[in-house]
């Protein structure tokens, strides 16, 4: 496993996405979390007991893009990816919303949900 950012290829991104990973004719599915991304490839969090396929189809849900990729690593409950060809957008599947809360009935702005409050 490359720990060292001096060799990698690209500059990964943090990031925390529900994924799937699609093979085997697109018959077959395995649940995924994102953990980090770049132009070249990934690092997803799978089970640890599931076999992985050594090529496939990453799909991000959210951001409704679907990329092919190879296995380059395994430790434990996570793996490193490598992209082998470009991305391609797909409808997502689902959406990302982030909303105020209500109260009385209004719905606030989220910038006073934010503030702190003073100390007593």
Do not use: H, Y
Request: glycine residues 8%; hydrophobic residues 35%; contains cysteine.
């Amino acid at each position: 496993m490359m720990d060292d950012p001096e060799k990698r290829r690209a500059a990964r991104k943090r990031t925390l996405k529900g994924a799937l990973i699609i093979f085997n004719g697109r018959t077959s599915t395995l649940s995924a979390t994102l953990r980090d991304i770049s132009d070249t490839g990934a690092r997803l969090r799978v089970s640890k007991d599931v076999a992985m396929p050594e090529t496939f189809d990453l799909a991000i849900d959210t951001d409704g893009l679907e990329v092919p990729c190879t296995l380059a690593w395994r430790k434990g409950e996570e793996i490193g990816v490598r992209f082998t060809g470009p991305a391609v957008k797909v409808a997502p599947k689902r959406a990302q919303v982030v909303t105020a809360l209500k109260q009385g009935g209004q719905q606030q702005q989220p910038t006073s949900l934010l503030r702190r409050k003073p100390i007593s």
